[in-house]
């Protein structure tokens, strides 16, 4: 079965610092996206980073960057300089057997403190 | 940019209510679902729809039935809520031809079964 597990329940950090997120998965698939998305308070949830398991290069966007390790089945999400407007609820999320259909993980809060 | 509606951003309806969550896109997706987020379990999928008048039970359906007359609308009923139902409804969309899993999403419906 794919499953899609996130581990830190909370996390925090100072503006202008670096935070990981992390998330690990399984799945039977040889080629597959993997997506971080992200849900501000009271808002909609949005695309943050999109990674496609057959490169090799770590997806960047902006501030945003993934470390994709394949064989170990890993995505973790790396927010550098750090803003107010980055703390949400951040998901991890992975399609369901080459479907359009999306797994998502339990999520993780992140607080960013001035 | 894609729109995605939900016709109520707060519902309190009382045990035993026929409830309807209404949800329309402006993009012309073929792809339709319904998402349910609870605290520490993230996002689980009722239903999914990939055209009109068709449909997939996803992890969770039980309670819940759906209906896609015309394609940019998809509509989720509870027969009779129970409290248990109490929770925040995601809607979303995507393109088949794009074929990356990624979805857009509306800005939820918080439903308050009392």
Redesign the interface.
């Known amino acids: 079965a794919q499953t899609?597990t996130?581990s830190q329940?909370e996390m925090s950090v100072q503006e202008a610092e670096t935070v990981t997120l992390s998330c690990t998965y399984d799945t039977s698939e040889s080629d597959y996206?993997l997506?971080w998305y992200k849900q501000p308070p009271?808002?909609?949830?949005?695309?943050v980073i999109?990674q496609e398991a057959y490169k090799q290069q770590n997806a960047t966007e902006n501030r945003f960057s993934v470390n994709f390790q394949k064989a170990a089945k890993s995505f973790s999400l790396k927010i550098s300089d750090s803003q107010l407007g980055d703390a949400a609820m951040y998901?991890c999320?992975l399609?369901l057997g080459g479907t359009?259909?999306?797994?998502?993980?339990?999520?993780t809060r992140l607080q960013v403190f001035p | 940019d894609v729109k995605v509606t939900q016709s109520s951003r707060y519902l309190v309806k009382r045990t035993g209510e026929k409830v309807f969550l209404e949800c329309v896109q402006d993009m012309d997706h073929e792809n339709m679902f319904w998402y349910r987020q609870d605290p520490g379990l993230g996002l689980r999928l009722i239903y999914f729809s990939y055209d009109v008048k068709m449909k997939e039970k996803g992890d969770i359906p039980e309670g819940y039935s759906v209906s896609r007359e015309k394609k940019e609308r998809f509509s989720l009923i509870l027969e009779s809520a129970s409290t248990n139902q109490t929770s925040m409804y995601l809607c979303a969309s995507s393109w088949v031809a794009e074929n990356t899993g990624e979805l857009f999403f509306g800005e939820g419906s918080r439903l308050t079964v009392l």
Do not use: E, H, N, W
């Open positions: 899609v996130q329940p996206y997506f009271s808002r909609q949830m949005i695309l999109r998901f999320a399609p359009d259909k999306l797994i998502f993980g339990t999520g």
